[in-house]
């Protein structure tokens, strides 16, 4: 057989060994999004916002790397060509117009390649959306609550201890009640702090925004279509259990959201025994 075939069927098994593994690797992540162990770059993008994000990444990527490989074989070019055995008299030139001219101009212009989708992400994240709907989050040490202001829905979501995990959840990342969204919606996040800074940070959904007690921020996410759990951290250093506050965003169908909103108007009822009293009763009458 010729070389050429042999390298053929080579580069044919190499595609089918990536293929297969990206399979895998995907379909680990079919109903969850989460830090997997070794992995390597972002977590895949969900949403339009994280879209967006991973996008800008991969073009930085790309530029810093063109950027690098230039600085490396210019020093190298300069080490070689100009070490004091070849070059015994160094030229004593220290000004080129041309040359000065052309390193601020370059630069100046990757910038403008970056700046144009880097303040089209901006812009796109500050956007007035029209959201589905509103939820409040507050970050307390240590752990959330999530608060469903048109609901009169309120719950903490504390992690659940390594002792206490059952299989299949996952530790230090599964909480005893998540934040339930429904797919397909926007949601508005308005995010607060009790005592000292934390932040909200889901980095499959590319959403990061400090709670800062005092203050109310203000933040939207895009949550795509599919039953999915996105998992996230607090990423602002909160205090001796800031590792133990995980995030967990349980994406539902409508129908099935429906049906958990219904028994979340009960469980988390906000305020008074008599208001939850009177809320259980309405459903009995029902
Ligand atoms: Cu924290």
Redesign the pocket.
């Known amino acids: 057989m010729s070389n050429f075939w042999i390298l053929k069927i080579r580069n044919l098994n190499y595609f089918f060994f990536f293929t297969l593994s990206g399979l895998l690797l995907t379909s680990k992540n079919l109903f969850a999004s989460e830090p997997l162990p070794w992995q390597l770059g972002l977590q895949p993008p969900s949403g339009s916002i994280a879209t967006m994000a991973n996008d800008l990444h991969n073009l930085l990527l790309v530029i810093i790397t063109f950027i690098s490989l230039f600085v490396l074989f210019l020093l190298i070019y300069v080490c070689v060509k100009f070490r004091a055995d070849k070059n015994p008299n160094p030229s004593k030139r220290t000004h080129n117009s041309i040359l000065e001219v052309l390193w601020t101009v370059i630069p100046v212009l990757i910038l403008v390649v970056i700046a144009v989708p880097s303040f089209r992400l901006l812009y796109y994240l500050d956007k007035q959306i029209e959201p589905d709907m509103t939820i409040k989050v507050t970050g307390i040490q240590w752990y959330w609550n999530y608060e469903y202001p048109d609901q009169n829905i309120s719950f903490d979501s504390y992690m659940i201890a390594v002792e206490d995990l059952k299989p299949g959840q996952k530790r230090l990342l599964d909480v005893d009640n998540p934040l339930v969204l429904p797919e397909g919606s926007k949601v508005k996040v308005l995010i607060a702090g009790n005592d000292v800074m934390?932040?909200f940070f889901v980095p499959s959904l590319a959403v990061q925004e400090y709670s800062v007690p005092g203050r109310l921020n203000e933040v939207w996410m895009d949550i795509p279509m599919g039953e999915k759990t996105y998992y996230g951290q607090?990423n602002?250093?909160?205090g001796i259990n800031?590792a133990y506050?995980p995030v967990a965003i349980r994406v539902l169908s409508k129908k099935n959201y429906e049906s958990w909103l219904k028994n979340a108007k009960i469980e988390f009822a906000k305020g008074d025994i008599l208001n939850r009293n009177q809320i259980i009763l309405a459903e009995v009458k029902n």
């Open positions: 934390h932040s607090c602002q250093i909160c800031h506050m």
